[in-house]
Structure formats: C-alpha cells, structure tokens
C-alpha cells in the first residue's frame, strides 16, 4: 500500500510529519498492524518523535497526533534514514503534484514506483 497528498505550502519537516501522520492513519483504518516501524530521511522529524515537540513549534499538533496514533499500537520505532533509502517516498511525494485528487490510495505498487521498488529490494542506490 502507498498513498500521495496534496499539502498546501508548508515547511519540509511539515510536509514529512504530515506524511507520518497520514500513514499511521491509513495503517489504523485498514487494520494493518501493531508493530510498526517509521523510517524517514529527516533527522529532525525522527528526533521530536523521539523526544517530544516544544509547544511553541509548529510541528506541536502534528507530532501530538502521530503520538496519540501510536500509543494504540503495541510499539512503534523510529528509524533515521539515508536520503538515499527514501528513493519510494519521494517518487509518491512528486506524484502528488501531477494528480488533482488531495488524498490518492494506491492498493497495489503503482507502475511509476518498480524501478525504485526494485532497486530498494536488490540493495542497489
């Protein structure tokens, strides 16, 4: 499963936090699993999910609701990763500014999305 959004403009730890925030949603509203594991190529994003968000930051409500999200499951980690390793996400970040629809659910790997799939699988970058 994968999904793109449309955001309004937003700063890029937003845009990542939104991004979190939209797939523990969907992992909730399929019944998907307990056990999830965040990756993303923001420090930033990972380190106030670790640690908590000052209430004074932009970021607080967004990181509020992936906490609350991921209090319902059984454990939830969050892992750095290299831009590199991101290669799926930001392909389905792009997507989202070709399409008209806010919110697109993609039950299956869409077509634009192998290339990356498969060289993520073979370890190559």
């Known amino acids: 499963m994968a999904f793109s959004r449309k955001l309004d403009r937003c700063s890029v730890i937003k845009a990542e936090l939104w991004a979190i925030t939209q797939g523990l949603r969907l992992i909730h509203l399929k019944k998907l699993g307990t056990h999830i594991l965040i990756e993303s190529d923001s420090l930033e994003a990972i380190t106030l999910l670790r640690n908590g968000c000052p209430r004074q930051n932009e970021c607080f409500d967004l990181v509020q609701e992936i906490s609350e999200l991921a209090a319902s499951c059984e454990t939830v980690s969050y892992l750095h990763i290299g831009r590199e390793a991101n290669l799926v996400a930001d392909l389905l970040a792009k997507q989202c500014n070709i399409g008209e629809e806010n919110l697109i659910?993609?039950?299956?790997?869409?077509?634009?999305?192998?290339?990356?799939?498969?060289?993520?699988?073979?370890?190559?970058i």
């Open 105 to 124: 659910i993609y039950d299956s790997p869409p077509s634009f999305i192998f290339r990356a799939l498969a060289a993520d699988l073979a370890g190559v």
